[in-house]
């Protein structure tokens, strides 16, 4: 491989947090998306986990629709992108709860914020463990958990969009 080729070449991992960044951050301001809404060149239309998050009241997060929340979703996920960097960074097997993972399903305005940047620092916490990752030979478990963590997000992104138009 020549030396263009090595600066030309993305890192496998670099793909995949490539989509993920756009299942949480939403698309680039006039730029196309891999699988959302497109965002609009001012901006507008940011269809991620954390504009739709931030767009509703603790009241709306925690109406149940269909026998779930958004709240109960949000904490799920934030608890999954945890338990992904516990198991790759520290190989923590476990056991995880799960079931527990839902709750809180209501909160209150100061819970709905706490919620929220519970999320956003799972999100960073997992986006700066593999960014320590694109050094190290890529591995089917660092590239597996990082695409089912995407996955998982994009799952519940999905979840909760369809929630809030129940809310």
Same mark, same amino acid.
């Given at each position: 491989?020549?030396?263009?080729?090595?600066?030309?070449?993305?890192?496998?991992?670099?793909?995949?947090?490539?989509?993920?960044?756009?299942?949480?951050?939403? =698309?680039?301001?006039?730029?196309?998306?891999?699988?959302?809404? =497109?965002?609009?060149?001012?901006?507008? =239309?940011?269809?991620?986990?954390?504009?739709?998050?931030?767009?509703?009241?603790?009241?709306?997060?925690?109406?149940?629709?269909?026998?779930?929340?958004?709240?109960?979703?949000?904490?799920?996920?934030?608890?999954?992108?945890?338990?992904?960097?516990?198991?790759?960074?520290?190989?923590?097997?476990?056991?995880?709860?799960?079931?527990?993972?839902?709750?809180?399903?209501?909160?209150?305005?100061?819970?709905?914020?706490?919620?929220?940047?519970?999320?956003?620092?799972?999100?960073?916490?997992?986006?700066?463990?593999?960014?320590?990752?694109?050094?190290?030979?890529?591995?089917?478990?660092?590239?597996?958990?990082?695409? =089912?963590?995407?996955?998982?997000?994009?799952?519940?992104?999905?979840?909760?969009?369809?929630?809030?138009?129940?809310?």
């Amino acid at each position: 491989m020549t030396q263009a080729t090595q600066q030309d070449t993305q890192h496998p991992l670099d793909g995949i947090l490539d989509i993920l960044k756009e299942a949480v951050e939403g =698309g680039q301001a006039g730029k196309p998306t891999a699988f959302l809404d =497109g965002t609009k060149a001012d901006g507008s =239309g940011n269809h991620g986990l954390l504009a739709t998050l931030e767009a509703l009241k603790a009241e709306q997060a925690s109406r149940e629709v269909l026998g779930t929340t958004v709240a109960a979703h949000t904490a799920h996920t934030a608890y999954h992108m945890e338990v992904i960097v516990r198991w790759e960074r520290d190989r923590d097997r476990g056991p995880f709860d799960w079931q527990g993972s839902f709750q809180p399903a209501q909160v209150d305005a100061a819970e709905w914020d706490a919620q929220r940047a519970r999320l956003r620092a799972a999100y960073e916490a997992l986006l700066a463990f593999t960014g320590t990752q694109l050094e190290e030979p890529v591995t089917g478990d660092s590239a597996g958990g990082l695409t =089912g963590g995407v996955a998982h997000v994009a799952y519940h992104l999905g979840a909760i969009r369809q929630l809030v138009k129940g809310v």
